[in-house]
Protein backbone atom coordinates (compact mmCIF):
# COMPACT_ATOMS: atom_id res chain seq x y z
CA UNK A 1 0.00 0.00 0.00
CA UNK A 2 1.49 3.28 -0.97
CA UNK A 3 1.32 6.14 1.65
CA UNK A 4 1.29 9.73 1.13
CA UNK A 5 4.75 10.84 1.58
CA UNK A 6 3.60 13.15 4.35
CA UNK A 7 0.77 13.96 6.69
CA UNK A 8 -0.33 17.13 8.84
CA UNK A 9 -2.54 16.91 11.83
CA UNK A 10 -4.30 19.43 12.52
CA UNK A 11 -6.91 20.62 15.22
CA UNK A 12 -4.97 18.69 17.80
CA UNK A 13 -7.19 19.62 21.18
CA UNK A 14 -4.78 18.30 23.21
CA UNK A 15 -0.65 17.61 22.29
CA UNK A 16 0.64 15.33 24.58
CA UNK A 17 4.43 15.08 22.94
CA UNK A 18 6.36 14.82 27.00
CA UNK A 19 9.00 16.57 25.16
CA UNK A 20 10.85 18.57 28.10
CA UNK A 21 10.59 21.97 25.64
CA UNK A 22 7.31 21.21 23.99
CA UNK A 23 5.09 19.75 26.76
CA UNK A 24 1.66 19.64 26.72
CA UNK A 25 -0.17 22.37 24.28
CA UNK A 26 -4.23 22.92 23.03
CA UNK A 27 -4.58 23.82 19.27
CA UNK A 28 -1.82 21.63 18.36
CA UNK A 29 -0.61 20.04 14.81
CA UNK A 30 1.59 17.68 14.10
CA UNK A 31 3.55 16.51 10.73
CA UNK A 32 4.78 13.29 10.07
CA UNK A 33 6.92 12.54 7.10
CA UNK A 34 8.03 9.68 5.58
CA UNK A 35 7.68 7.83 9.12
CA UNK A 36 9.09 10.43 11.80
CA UNK A 37 8.13 13.64 13.15
CA UNK A 38 9.02 16.70 11.25
CA UNK A 39 7.01 19.58 13.10
CA UNK A 40 5.28 19.81 15.91
CA UNK A 41 3.65 23.48 16.70
CA UNK A 42 0.37 25.62 16.49
CA UNK A 43 -2.35 24.35 13.92
CA UNK A 44 -2.17 28.20 12.55
CA UNK A 45 1.36 28.02 11.85
CA UNK A 46 1.48 24.43 10.32
CA UNK A 47 3.30 24.33 7.18
CA UNK A 48 1.73 22.41 3.85
CA UNK A 49 1.49 18.66 3.80
CA UNK A 50 0.51 15.73 0.99
CA UNK A 51 -2.41 14.97 3.18
CA UNK A 52 -4.47 16.40 5.99
CA UNK A 53 -6.06 15.28 9.03
CA UNK A 54 -8.52 16.88 11.19
CA UNK A 55 -8.37 15.93 14.60
CA UNK A 56 -11.52 17.79 15.40
CA UNK A 57 -10.67 19.18 19.02
CA UNK A 58 -9.14 15.07 20.24
CA UNK A 59 -6.02 14.65 22.11
CA UNK A 60 -2.96 13.27 20.54
CA UNK A 61 -0.65 11.15 22.72
CA UNK A 62 2.75 9.20 21.79
CA UNK A 63 2.11 5.77 21.14
CA UNK A 64 2.17 3.10 24.19
CA UNK A 65 5.44 1.52 24.88
CA UNK A 66 4.53 -2.06 26.65
CA UNK A 67 8.08 -3.07 27.89
CA UNK A 68 6.97 -6.38 29.45
CA UNK A 69 4.89 -8.99 27.84
CA UNK A 70 4.78 -13.00 27.33
CA UNK A 71 2.91 -13.56 23.80
CA UNK A 72 4.42 -16.52 22.69
CA UNK A 73 2.43 -19.33 24.29
CA UNK A 74 -0.67 -22.34 23.67
CA UNK A 75 -3.22 -23.08 25.70
CA UNK A 76 -5.57 -21.08 28.49
CA UNK A 77 -5.39 -21.01 31.86
CA UNK A 78 -9.00 -19.66 32.33
CA UNK A 79 -9.54 -22.32 35.01
CA UNK A 80 -6.61 -21.10 36.84
CA UNK A 81 -8.36 -17.90 37.10
CA UNK A 82 -11.42 -18.96 38.04
CA UNK A 83 -9.49 -21.19 40.81
CA UNK A 84 -7.88 -17.87 42.47
CA UNK A 85 -10.98 -15.75 41.80
CA UNK A 86 -12.34 -18.74 44.45
CA UNK A 87 -9.18 -17.69 46.79
CA UNK A 88 -6.49 -19.88 45.94
CA UNK A 89 -3.26 -18.32 46.13
CA UNK A 90 -0.83 -17.35 43.40
CA UNK A 91 2.01 -19.02 42.48
CA UNK A 92 4.85 -19.88 39.43
CA UNK A 93 3.95 -23.70 39.16
CA UNK A 94 0.99 -22.97 36.50
CA UNK A 95 3.74 -22.06 33.73
CA UNK A 96 4.52 -25.08 33.90
CA UNK A 97 0.88 -25.73 32.26
CA UNK A 98 1.22 -23.06 30.18
CA UNK A 99 4.82 -24.59 28.89
CA UNK A 100 3.55 -28.32 28.23
CA UNK A 101 1.26 -26.54 25.55
CA UNK A 102 3.77 -24.63 24.09
CA UNK A 103 6.33 -27.38 23.43
CA UNK A 104 3.35 -29.50 21.79
CA UNK A 105 2.09 -26.35 19.53
CA UNK A 106 3.41 -25.92 16.07
CA UNK A 107 5.15 -22.61 15.08
CA UNK A 108 1.97 -21.49 13.06
CA UNK A 109 -0.31 -21.89 15.89
CA UNK A 110 2.15 -19.93 18.09
CA UNK A 111 2.71 -17.49 15.14
CA UNK A 112 -0.66 -17.00 15.13
CA UNK A 113 -1.59 -16.45 18.64
CA UNK A 114 1.31 -13.47 18.90
CA UNK A 115 -0.05 -11.93 15.34
CA UNK A 116 -3.85 -11.95 17.48
CA UNK A 117 -2.15 -10.35 20.59
CA UNK A 118 0.42 -7.73 19.03
CA UNK A 119 -3.41 -6.61 16.68
CA UNK A 120 -5.47 -6.44 19.76
CA UNK A 121 -2.39 -4.36 21.32
CA UNK A 122 -2.42 -2.14 18.01
CA UNK A 123 -6.02 -1.45 18.38
CA UNK A 124 -5.60 -0.03 22.05
CA UNK A 125 -2.73 2.21 21.13
CA UNK A 126 0.45 0.37 22.00
CA UNK A 127 2.63 0.53 18.97
CA UNK A 128 6.19 -1.01 20.24
CA UNK A 129 5.95 -3.94 22.17
CA UNK A 130 8.35 -6.46 23.88
CA UNK A 131 7.93 -10.00 23.79
CA UNK A 132 9.51 -12.81 26.13
CA UNK A 133 10.44 -16.27 25.43
CA UNK A 134 10.33 -18.40 28.88
CA UNK A 135 7.17 -21.06 28.13
CA UNK A 136 9.17 -23.26 26.12
CA UNK A 137 12.01 -24.28 28.48
CA UNK A 138 13.92 -26.57 26.34
CA UNK A 139 16.91 -25.40 23.48
CA UNK A 140 14.66 -26.03 20.65
CA UNK A 141 11.46 -24.57 22.22
CA UNK A 142 13.22 -21.47 23.21
CA UNK A 143 15.25 -20.84 20.54
CA UNK A 144 11.58 -21.24 17.73
CA UNK A 145 9.70 -18.76 20.77
CA UNK A 146 11.89 -16.11 20.24
CA UNK A 147 12.49 -16.34 16.44
CA UNK A 148 8.58 -16.33 16.30
CA UNK A 149 8.86 -13.54 18.52
CA UNK A 150 10.56 -11.46 16.16
CA UNK A 151 8.74 -11.67 12.89
CA UNK A 152 6.53 -9.05 15.17
CA UNK A 153 8.99 -6.99 17.33
CA UNK A 154 12.65 -6.18 17.95
CA UNK A 155 12.53 -6.05 21.77
CA UNK A 156 12.56 -9.78 21.92
CA UNK A 157 13.89 -11.15 25.16
CA UNK A 158 14.91 -14.64 26.04
CA UNK A 159 13.36 -16.03 29.28
CA UNK A 160 14.55 -19.57 29.23
CA UNK A 161 14.63 -18.67 33.36
CA UNK A 162 11.17 -18.54 33.80
CA UNK A 163 10.78 -21.83 35.74
CA UNK A 164 13.00 -24.72 36.17
CA UNK A 165 10.99 -27.42 33.75
CA UNK A 166 9.89 -30.54 35.63
CA UNK A 167 12.41 -32.64 34.25
CA UNK A 168 14.70 -30.83 35.96
CA UNK A 169 13.24 -30.45 39.15
CA UNK A 170 15.90 -32.78 40.94
CA UNK A 171 18.69 -30.89 39.22
CA UNK A 172 17.87 -26.64 39.22
CA UNK A 173 21.50 -26.70 38.92
CA UNK A 174 21.82 -28.67 36.20
CA UNK A 175 19.07 -26.33 34.81
CA UNK A 176 21.34 -23.16 35.08
CA UNK A 177 23.89 -24.86 32.85
CA UNK A 178 21.50 -25.52 30.10
CA UNK A 179 20.26 -21.95 30.45
CA UNK A 180 23.70 -20.35 30.66
CA UNK A 181 24.79 -22.50 27.86
CA UNK A 182 23.24 -24.40 25.01
CA UNK A 183 20.09 -22.87 25.45
CA UNK A 184 21.44 -19.28 25.88
CA UNK A 185 23.65 -19.90 22.58
CA UNK A 186 20.79 -21.20 20.62
CA UNK A 187 17.99 -17.68 21.54
CA UNK A 188 21.14 -15.14 21.52
CA UNK A 189 20.79 -14.43 17.48
CA UNK A 190 16.98 -14.25 17.85
CA UNK A 191 17.26 -12.15 21.11
CA UNK A 192 18.24 -8.43 22.27
CA UNK A 193 17.62 -8.84 26.80
CA UNK A 194 17.99 -11.95 28.85
CA UNK A 195 15.39 -11.82 31.61
CA UNK A 196 15.14 -13.96 35.00
CA UNK A 197 12.39 -15.13 36.96
CA UNK A 198 13.90 -14.25 40.81
CA UNK A 199 11.25 -15.06 43.28
CA UNK A 200 10.68 -17.85 45.17
CA UNK A 201 9.20 -20.54 43.52
CA UNK A 202 11.58 -19.60 40.48
CA UNK A 203 15.54 -18.90 40.75
CA UNK A 204 17.22 -17.60 43.77
CA UNK A 205 19.66 -14.26 43.48
CA UNK A 206 22.80 -16.22 42.63
CA UNK A 207 21.27 -18.53 40.14
CA UNK A 208 19.80 -15.22 38.59
CA UNK A 209 23.37 -13.00 39.06
CA UNK A 210 25.21 -15.51 37.26
CA UNK A 211 22.51 -16.11 33.70
CA UNK A 212 22.04 -12.02 33.91
CA UNK A 213 26.35 -12.41 33.84
CA UNK A 214 26.20 -15.31 31.40
CA UNK A 215 23.59 -12.97 28.97
CA UNK A 216 25.75 -9.98 29.15
CA UNK A 217 28.89 -11.72 28.00
CA UNK A 218 26.70 -12.65 24.93
CA UNK A 219 25.57 -9.19 24.45
CA UNK A 220 21.88 -9.32 25.34
CA UNK A 221 20.71 -6.51 27.89
CA UNK A 222 19.67 -7.66 31.18
CA UNK A 223 16.38 -7.22 32.94
CA UNK A 224 14.46 -8.76 35.87
CA UNK A 225 11.18 -10.56 37.56
CA UNK A 226 11.44 -9.37 41.17
CA UNK A 227 9.67 -8.68 44.33
CA UNK A 228 6.85 -9.46 42.92
CA UNK A 229 5.42 -12.28 45.73
CA UNK A 230 6.68 -10.65 48.41
CA UNK A 231 10.34 -8.97 49.56
CA UNK A 232 13.60 -10.39 48.25
CA UNK A 233 16.76 -9.67 46.76
CA UNK A 234 15.90 -9.50 43.23
CA UNK A 235 15.88 -5.34 43.16
CA UNK A 236 18.99 -5.53 45.15
CA UNK A 237 20.64 -7.84 42.11
CA UNK A 238 19.12 -5.25 39.62
CA UNK A 239 20.70 -1.93 40.91
CA UNK A 240 24.05 -3.91 41.57
CA UNK A 241 24.19 -5.15 37.95
CA UNK A 242 23.43 -1.47 36.79
CA UNK A 243 20.02 -3.64 35.10
CA UNK A 244 17.89 -0.90 32.41
CA UNK A 245 14.53 -2.36 34.21
CA UNK A 246 13.17 -4.12 36.68
CA UNK A 247 9.66 -5.64 36.98
CA UNK A 248 6.48 -5.96 38.98
CA UNK A 249 8.23 -3.82 42.38
CA UNK A 250 5.37 -5.21 44.52
CA UNK A 251 7.63 -5.29 48.15
CA UNK A 252 9.84 -2.55 48.40
CA UNK A 253 12.04 -1.63 51.66
CA UNK A 254 13.52 1.29 51.71
CA UNK A 255 16.63 0.50 50.74
CA UNK A 256 15.45 -0.89 47.50
CA UNK A 257 14.11 2.30 46.57
CA UNK A 258 17.11 3.87 47.40
CA UNK A 259 19.01 1.75 45.26
CA UNK A 260 16.64 2.32 42.20
CA UNK A 261 17.40 5.49 42.43
CA UNK A 262 21.08 5.60 42.55
CA UNK A 263 21.57 2.94 39.71
CA UNK A 264 18.84 4.60 37.41
CA UNK A 265 17.25 1.41 36.67
CA UNK A 266 13.76 1.57 36.04
CA UNK A 267 10.82 0.27 38.12
CA UNK A 268 8.61 -1.37 36.09
CA UNK A 269 5.01 -1.62 37.20
CA UNK A 270 2.46 -3.96 36.00
CA UNK A 271 -1.08 -3.47 38.14
CA UNK A 272 -2.82 -5.35 35.30
CA UNK A 273 -0.96 -8.54 37.63
CA UNK A 274 -2.04 -7.35 40.78
CA UNK A 275 -5.77 -6.85 39.54
CA UNK A 276 -5.56 -10.14 38.35
CA UNK A 277 -3.77 -12.04 41.42
CA UNK A 278 -5.68 -9.90 44.29
CA UNK A 279 -2.29 -8.79 45.39
CA UNK A 280 -1.12 -5.73 46.62
CA UNK A 281 -0.57 -2.94 44.89
CA UNK A 282 3.11 -1.52 44.47
CA UNK A 283 3.15 2.15 45.73
CA UNK A 284 3.93 4.40 42.89
CA UNK A 285 3.58 7.48 44.61
CA UNK A 286 6.38 6.16 46.99
CA UNK A 287 8.60 5.49 43.53
CA UNK A 288 7.91 8.54 41.97
CA UNK A 289 8.55 10.79 45.25
CA UNK A 290 11.90 9.20 45.70
CA UNK A 291 13.10 10.01 42.24
CA UNK A 292 13.10 6.49 40.72
CA UNK A 293 11.63 6.51 37.28
CA UNK A 294 8.55 4.49 36.85
CA UNK A 295 7.47 2.50 33.84
CA UNK A 296 3.80 0.63 32.96
CA UNK A 297 3.61 -2.32 31.38
CA UNK A 298 1.00 -4.71 30.74
CA UNK A 299 2.60 -8.49 31.20
CA UNK A 300 0.32 -9.75 29.19
CA UNK A 301 0.43 -13.36 29.69
CA UNK A 302 -2.30 -16.73 29.97
CA UNK A 303 -1.36 -16.87 34.01
CA UNK A 304 -0.80 -14.57 36.18
CA UNK A 305 -2.25 -11.15 33.94
CA UNK A 306 -3.85 -12.00 30.41
CA UNK A 307 -5.08 -8.11 29.52
CA UNK A 308 -3.23 -6.61 26.74
CA UNK A 309 -4.56 -3.03 27.42
CA UNK A 310 -2.36 -0.09 28.67
CA UNK A 311 -5.26 2.38 28.97
CA UNK A 312 -6.74 -0.36 31.31
CA UNK A 313 -3.31 -0.19 33.25
CA UNK A 314 -3.15 3.68 33.01
CA UNK A 315 -6.67 3.62 34.67
CA UNK A 316 -5.46 1.31 37.83
CA UNK A 317 -2.08 2.82 38.32
CA UNK A 318 -4.49 6.12 38.82
CA UNK A 319 -6.62 4.45 41.05
CA UNK A 320 -4.96 2.18 43.18
CA UNK A 321 -1.10 3.39 42.88
CA UNK A 322 -1.50 7.12 43.59
CA UNK A 323 -0.15 8.34 40.09
CA UNK A 324 -1.33 11.42 38.35
CA UNK A 325 -3.43 10.58 35.15
CA UNK A 326 -0.01 12.67 33.16
CA UNK A 327 2.29 10.23 35.73
CA UNK A 328 0.42 7.20 34.31
CA UNK A 329 0.51 8.36 30.70
CA UNK A 330 4.24 9.26 30.55
CA UNK A 331 4.90 5.75 32.01
CA UNK A 332 3.39 4.19 29.71
CA UNK A 333 4.94 5.53 27.13
CA UNK A 334 7.73 7.46 27.72
CA UNK A 335 8.73 5.94 30.82
CA UNK A 336 8.52 2.05 28.65
CA UNK A 337 11.00 3.64 26.29
CA UNK A 338 13.26 4.07 29.06
CA UNK A 339 12.52 0.57 30.09
CA UNK A 340 13.84 -0.54 26.84
CA UNK A 341 16.53 2.03 26.41
CA UNK A 342 14.95 3.52 23.50
CA UNK A 343 14.84 7.82 23.14
CA UNK A 344 13.24 7.11 19.85
CA UNK A 345 9.71 6.15 20.79
CA UNK A 346 7.41 7.34 23.86
CA UNK A 347 8.53 11.20 23.03
CA UNK A 348 6.88 13.16 20.11
CA UNK A 349 9.35 15.49 19.21
CA UNK A 350 10.68 16.53 15.67
CA UNK A 351 12.93 13.76 14.45
CA UNK A 352 11.56 10.40 16.29
CA UNK A 353 9.41 7.73 15.04
CA UNK A 354 5.83 8.64 14.01
CA UNK A 355 3.95 6.71 16.53
CA UNK A 356 0.75 7.99 18.24
CA UNK A 357 -2.37 8.03 19.18
CA UNK A 358 -5.62 9.79 18.59
CA UNK A 359 -7.75 9.40 21.19
CA UNK A 360 -11.59 9.81 21.06
CA UNK A 361 -11.82 12.13 24.10
CA UNK A 362 -10.27 15.99 24.46
CA UNK A 363 -7.85 15.02 26.96
CA UNK A 364 -5.20 12.20 28.07
CA UNK A 365 -7.32 12.29 31.21
CA UNK A 366 -10.04 10.57 29.80
CA UNK A 367 -7.38 7.37 29.62
CA UNK A 368 -8.24 7.19 33.89
CA UNK A 369 -11.51 9.35 33.93
CA UNK A 370 -13.39 6.74 31.67
CA UNK A 371 -11.87 3.35 32.32
CA UNK A 372 -13.05 0.31 30.28
CA UNK A 373 -14.43 2.58 27.75
CA UNK A 374 -12.38 2.36 24.03
CA UNK A 375 -10.78 5.64 23.62
CA UNK A 376 -8.59 5.16 21.11
CA UNK A 377 -9.56 6.18 17.58
CA UNK A 378 -6.85 5.75 15.39
CA UNK A 379 -3.25 4.33 15.56
CA UNK A 380 -0.04 5.52 13.26
CA UNK A 381 2.98 3.87 13.58
CA UNK A 382 6.67 4.73 11.34
CA UNK A 383 5.78 1.86 9.50
CA UNK A 384 1.99 3.26 8.56
CA UNK A 385 2.33 6.92 8.36
Known amino acids: MNHPTSILITNIGELVTHDPELGTFAGAALVVDGGTVAWIGPTAQAPAADEAFDAEGRAVIPGFVDSHSHLVFAGDRAGEFQARMAGESYGAGGIRTTAAATRAAPDDELAAGVARHVAEMRRQGTTTVEI ?74 DQARAILRAGEAAGLGGRLHANQLGPGPGVQLAAELGLV ?88 TAGGARALGRTDVGVLTPGNRADLVLLDAPSHVHLAYRPGVPLVARTWTASSA
Not at 164 to 191: I, K, N, S
Not at 267 to 272: I, K, Q, R, S
Not at 303 to 311: E, Q, R
Not at 314 to 323: F, N, P, T, Y
Open 132 to 205: KSGYGLTVDDEARSLRIARGFTDETTFLGAHVVPPEYADDPAGYVELVTGPMLAAAAPYARWIDVFCETGAFEV
Open 245 to 332: AVDHCTHLTDDDVHALRDAGTVATLLPGVEFSTRQPYPDARRLIDAGVTVALASDCNPGSCFTSSLPFCIALAVREMGMTPAEAVWAA
